[in-house]
């Protein structure tokens, strides 16, 4: 297993469409991935379940966590990654 912390920078946190993107993006990877809220301590949620993330409440300037685990971990966490650290080109 293989996690990261980065931090929500797009204006309005991982609302419909960057939530989207990145389930999308997720579910290309055979890998189990998770995202964390890390300022409030919550549970993994499952990052390939559109409502899990929408349910997570990830708005601008959150401190995630995401975490891989699978014969693809370290290539899916560096997309992931990249995604959130790029603000999902908005």
């Known amino acids: 297993m293989v996690s ?3 931090t929500i920078i797009n204006a309005t946190g991982l ?3 960057p939530a ?3 389930v999308t993006e997720a ?4 890998s189990n991935v998770t ?3 890390v300022d409030k ?3 993994p949620v ?3 379940s559109i409502m899990m993330i929408l349910a ?9 966590e995401i975490a891989c685990d699978g014969p693809d971990e370290q290539e899916a966490l560096d997309a992931l990654v990249a995604l959130v650290d790029s603000g999902f080109g908005e």
Do not use: W
């Not at 997570?56 to 995630?64: E, M, P």
């Open 4 to 6: 990261k912390q980065t």
């Open 27 to 30: 579910k290309k990877y055979q």
């Open 15 to 17: 609302h419909a469409r």
């Open 35 to 37: 995202i964390k809220n």
């Open 20 to 22: 989207s993107v990145f």
């Open 56 to 64: 997570a409440g990830l708005g601008t300037g959150t401190k995630i």
């Open 41 to 43: 301590d919550t549970a």
């Open 46 to 48: 499952n990052a390939k």
